[in-house]
C-alpha cells in the first residue's frame, strides 16, 4: 500500500541525495550493499541487547537506501537486470535481520516467548511473499500485489518497535506482529489467487 501511496513522495524526498551521490562518483549497488550492511548490523547488534529505540532509529537510518538506489539508478539511465536482482537479493537479509534481531531479544532477555513466536512468524511469512512474487515472474506471471508489501512490513514493526523502546508495552509489538503476521498470510493468499487468475486466463487465450 505505501509502495502505492508514498513512492512519489519518498522519491522526491530523496532525490537530492540520490543526485549528491552520483555526483561524488557512489554508485547504486554500492548502496543497496552498504544499505543493506547498515540494516543487518543495527539490528543484529543493537537489537539482541534490547536496545529497540536506538536500534529501530539504525535500521531507518539505513533502510531508506533502498529507495535510493533505485532513485540513482534510474537517474543514472543504469537500472537493469543486475540491480533489479542485488536489489531483491539483499531486501531479503535485511528482513530477515530486523525480524530476527527481535526474535533473539524476545526469546531471551526481553522474555516473551510469545513476541519471539510472532516475530519468527512475520520472519517466515515475510520470506515467502516476496518468494511468490519472484516465482511468479520467473513463469512470465506478475503478483506485486497485497496488503502487507515490504514497506508496509517494515513501516509496522519499525514504529512500533521504536515506541516499545521508548516505553510502550511490549504487548502492543506482540499484537502488531500478530496482525502483521496475519496480513502477510493474506497476502500470500491474494499473490497466489492472482496468478492462478492469470494462469486461468493464458489457458483460457490459447486456442
Ligand atoms: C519514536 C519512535 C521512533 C520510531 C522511528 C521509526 C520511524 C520509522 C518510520 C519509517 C520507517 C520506514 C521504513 C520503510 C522503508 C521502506 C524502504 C523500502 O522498502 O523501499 C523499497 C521499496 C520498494 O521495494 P523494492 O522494489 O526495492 O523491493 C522489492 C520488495 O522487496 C518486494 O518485497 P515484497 O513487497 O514482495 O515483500 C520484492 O518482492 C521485490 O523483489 C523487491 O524488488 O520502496 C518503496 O516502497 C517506496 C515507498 C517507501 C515508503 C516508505 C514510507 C515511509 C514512511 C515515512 C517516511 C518518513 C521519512 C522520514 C525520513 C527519516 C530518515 C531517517
Ligand atoms: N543497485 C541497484 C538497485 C536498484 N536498481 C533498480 O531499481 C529498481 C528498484 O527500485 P527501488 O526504488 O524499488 O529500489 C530495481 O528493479 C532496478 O531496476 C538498480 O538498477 N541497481
Ligand atoms: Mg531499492
Ligand atoms: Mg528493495
Redesign the pocket.
Known sequence: M??KY??A???T?FSPLARLLLRLGVGPDAVTIVGTLGVCLSALLLYPRGEL?WG??A???F??S??L??IMARAQGRSGPWG?FL??CL??FG?AAVFGGLVVWFARGGDSELTAGLALLCLVL?GI??????KA?GVGMT??V?I????????AV??T???V??GLPTEVLTVVLALLALASAV?IGQ?MATVRRQVLAAAADRP
Open positions: 505505501l509502495n508514498a513512492r513522495a519518498v522519491t524526498l529505540f529501530t532509529i535500521v531507518t537510518v533502510v531508506f533502498d529507495t538506489d533505485g533489479a536489489d531483491s531486501d531479503r528482513d515475510g511473499v516476496p518468494y511468490i512474487r519472484a515472474e503478483a506485486a497485497g502487507a508489501e515490504r514497506s508496509d512490513r517494515l513501516v519499525l514504529v518497535t521504536g515506541f523502546g521508548l497476502t499473490r
